[in-house]
């Protein structure tokens, strides 16, 4: 599995980049006005986030209907080579994936819960689909059966275009609240997690290894001074 980085924060994804881990960042509208974003600053924005990352950059559209969806998709696009634009899963959404997808440009429908809206989001032609987890945690249900329903149901047919191999579309974990997350999105098979930088920071985390360290480095001290 890999990980992005869910945050518009230019400090959170430099610093998970020098870490050597990082495959790609996501973006969304709340994060973005999170950081104090202003409405002519984002195409910049994106772009910087797109230079500090070697991988897909997620920029997601605010066009409801789908003349505005792909025009929109369209300049994002044109921001960067590894731009990808993200799509609400609905109805407008799904058409603009396919005119957005036919040009070659990849596209991650958001907002994903069910299996057949990932389905669809597959057969419009995405490259991505994100389910999310923690929403459906917060409204009482159980956010990794949710994923892990869709991560059986895409992999049950296979949506590969044309042989390329690296060109099936991939499932992003999101709505990531905890290491807890990550851990089961990978034992479910999910492709990518993205996580909040504080949720990163946390799958590095364990008492053994804290405590595991500080008696290493004790111990070296007493090699020092034998
Ligand atoms: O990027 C979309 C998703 O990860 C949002 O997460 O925590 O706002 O539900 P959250």
Same mark, same amino acid.
């Given at each position: ?101 036919? /040009?070659? !440009? ?8 069910? &299996?057949? =809206? *990932?389905? $669809?989001?597959?057969?419009?032609? #995405? ?42 579309? /991939?499932? !992003? ?8 997350? &990550?851990? =089961? *999105?990978? $034992?479910?098979?999910?492709?990518? #997690? ?33």
């Amino acid at each position: 599995m890999k990980f992005f980085l869910d945050t518009a924060d230019l400090n959170e994804i430099e610093e998970a980049a020098s870490w050597g881990a990082l495959a790609g960042v996501t973006t969304n509208p709340t994060l973005y006005a999170r950081i104090g974003g202003r409405l002519a600053d984002f195409p910049a924005h994106i772009g910087r986030i797109c230079a500090l990352v070697d991988g897909p950059v997620s920029a997601e559209t605010v066009e409801t209907r789908r003349d505005g969806i792909v025009e929109e998709g369209r300049a994002l696009a044109a921001i960067a080579p590894n731009v990808v634009v993200k799509v609400p899963t609905m109805v407008e959404g799904l058409a603009a994936t396919r005119t957005l997808a036919n /040009e070659g !440009i990849r596209v991650n429908m958001t907002l994903c819960f069910t &299996v057949p =809206q *990932a389905l $669809l989001a597959a057969r419009s032609g #995405a490259r991505y689909v994100s389910p999310f987890v923690g929403r459906f945690d917060d409204s009482s249900e159980d956010g990794l059966e949710h994923l892990s329903n869709i991560v059986i149901a895409l992999n049950n047919y296979d949506f590969t275009k044309a042989g390329v191999a690296d060109e099936s579309i /991939e499932v !992003i974990a999101a709505s990531i609240r905890s290491a807890n997350h &990550v851990t =089961q *999105a990978a $034992l479910l098979g999910a492709d990518i #997690a993205t996580v909040p930088f504080n949720v990163l920071k946390k799958c590095l985390e364990h008492p053994l290894t804290t405590s595991g360290l500080t008696s290493f480095l004790n111990d070296w001290e007493k090699v020092r001074n034998a």
